[in-house]
């Protein structure tokens, strides 16, 4: 079998404390990047990162850098280890930055920058405790939708993230969230898991976020990426014959309040023939996304030494 390789890079939900602590004992790049990283925010990301608190990483304005950073802190081991380059990449949420840096599309110290600002624009569009988020599994994505219009009599909720065929994160104004919560339930759902989010994000409590980034986001210089990319908002492939920096800034604002559409980015991976998709950074969540999405492609995330090594010996064979 011909392999074909996409990389896929993590957002917020994967971070943990001492992350990357092993790869970084071995390969000096991961410390080198976090540094380049603190240099810009003003603080110590790879101290957090390592010490905590825990409470600190769950929060959006240092989740998001720290996730931009542990993806390329990655990829640039992976480089560095003798990794082959992808044939296809994409990002969940926060993840789409981190896919446009090593693509080579955006450059890592300007996504830092655009990144921290995004998260301090999240935060400061809805009101501590207005929002919340959670994860309706057993219920079909058509089902769950419908169900957020049901329950927009009481404000704003909608679908956040396609997860799998079979698990929906819907997001809004609290009440909203729990009432749609409610009816999920009373529909048959397996389970209905609140999610520890410090914003709501991809729901219409972020369009005041959207409107302040899009300022932010003509400024940047993007270019063509190396490797075809996914976008989340249109599952729309951007690559050397398809590129315009229009699109990708576009894209990107309205990523903010639009549903991450993992289900058909992934089944996309799998319509251009990708025959393993491999996540960088930390945790595994999108692996087992993917599992349920499409389980013909074969899964592996790589976090640690042993993992590496696995990777390198896959792609190697």
Known sequence: MHLKLGILFPGQG?????????????????????????????YDLWQLAQQGPAEALAQTQITQPLMLVAGVSMWRVWQQSGGINPQWVAGHSLGEYTALVCADALDFSQAVQIVEKRARYMKEAVTDGEGAMAAILGLSAEVVTELCREAQIVGPVTPANFNTPEQTVIGGIKAAVEQASLLAKAKGAKKIIPVAMSVPSHCPLMYPAAERLKIDLDSLY????????????????????????????????RQIYSPVRWVEVIQTAQQAGMTHL???????????????????????????LISLQRGLEIVCQ
Do not use: C, W
Request: aromatic share 8%; charged share 25%; hydrophobic share 45%.
């Open 222 to 253: 993007f270019r063509a990426p190396r490797f075809p990319l996914v976008n989340n908002v249109d599952v729309q492939t951007i690559d050397a014959q398809h590129f315009s920096d229009v699109i990708i800034r576009d894209a990107l604002a």
């Open 14 to 42: 994967s971070q943990h404390l001492a992350m990357l602590a092993e790869v970084a004992s071995e390969y000096s790049i991961v410390k080198e990047t976090f540094s380049e990283a603190s240099e810009l925010l003003g």
């Open 278 to 304: 491999f996540e960088l950074g930390s945790g595994k969540v999108l692996t087992g996304l993917g599992k349920r999405i499409a389980p013909e492609i074969e899964y592996h995330s790589i976090n640690d």
